[in-house]
């Protein structure tokens, strides 16, 4: 009977109790960004998640996955309220980038993919706290920012708010929020089906072992979801106010790591001899 009581050391991904016990909360925040908002979940988690084990190889498939369940579960009787036409027509765009993203996430260096996540979740956090938007004005600015976000998606799961730009600005509201979730499932498709072909491991049992949790959060972001569009300034200010203390944050981390670890060093200081070239 002792034995049974007494936990294991570690836990999910080989984490100590309190390392798992702040991954459920953080799912539960992106669960409920998620269906709140209707997107953003990965963008205002992952910068999070990386405090905790700076690998996205670890948490982006079981942020995929997650990503495939809930939004399959949120469509699967709203399919007749999404704008198909101009999804197929954005789709042209988004997934050559998007592809071109996953390729990088694979193959390049984990503090550079950490620096890219940090540098440009600071971004969005500085446009939210301003009460600034990604605004969208013409067919040209369309395109640029349906391809730059498919390549932040692809490499990160974070391009949501420069799709969403666009988005807002071509399809109706009543629709949106649906045809968002399809456009994430198809991403999001993309990307797990490329991780497998690459050997990729995607914590499948642990993605499983988390969707109770982040159901959490998905079931009070539907609640919430009316309460946050009404106040959508305050509610990004806030966050904003956050990304960008959690960005900072990130960077001198990952500053301090590279002063510390001769490895890294070696790496910038290839790629710097490469540009001098």
């Known amino acids: 009977?002792?034995?049974?009581?007494n936990l294991p050391d570690s836990l999910l991904f080989d984490l100590t109790h309190s390392e798992t016990?702040?991954?459920c909360l953080l799912f539960i925040w992106t669960g409920f960004v998620r269906t709140g908002l209707g997107f953003g979940g990965a963008a205002l988690g992952l910068p999070?998640?990386?405090?905790?084990?700076?690998?996205?190889?670890?948490?982006?498939?079981?942020?995929?996955?997650h990503l495939l369940f809930f939004s399959g579960l949120?469509?699967?009787?709203r399919l007749h309220h999404v704008d198909w036409a101009y999804l197929r027509h954005a789709?042209?765009?988004?997934?050559?980038?998007?592809?071109?993203?996953?390729?990088g996430l694979v193959n390049l260096p984990a503090t550079w993919l950490n620096l890219f996540i940090y540098a440009i979740t600071l971004v969005y956090g500085v446009i939210w706290l301003l009460n600034r938007a990604i605004k969208s004005q013409h067919g040209w600015a369309d395109k640029l920012l349906l391809v730059i976000g498919g390549y932040v998606a692809g490499m990160s799961l974070t391009g949501a708010p420069l799709m969403v730009a666009v988005f807002m600005r071509n399809v109706n509201r009543e629709r949106l929020r649906n045809t968002l979730f399809v456009l994430w499932f198809t991403i999001v498709s993309i990307k797990m089906t490329t991780f497998i072909a690459l050997s990729v491991n995607l914590h499948f049992i642990e993605a499983l072992s988390l969707i109770p949790v982040a159901a959490i959060g998905h079931i009070m972001g539907l609640k919430a979801h009316n309460k946050i569009i009404q106040n959508d300034q305050v509610f990004k200010q806030w966050v904003g106010a956050g990304l960008v203390v959690v960005s900072i944050l990130g960077l001198l981390n990952l500053y301090q790591s590279v002063c510390l670890n001769a490895e890294v060093k070696a790496q910038f200081c290839w790629v710097i001899s490469m540009l001098n070239q």
């Open 21 to 23: 016990f702040i991954v």
């Open 91 to 103: 789709l042209w765009f988004i997934i050559p980038p998007a592809l071109a993203g996953v390729f």
């Open 48 to 65: 999070l998640m990386l405090f905790v084990r700076p690998d996205l190889l670890l948490w982006l498939p079981v942020i995929g996955t």
């Open 74 to 77: 949120t469509l699967s009787r």
């Open 1 to 5: 009977m002792t034995d049974f009581l």
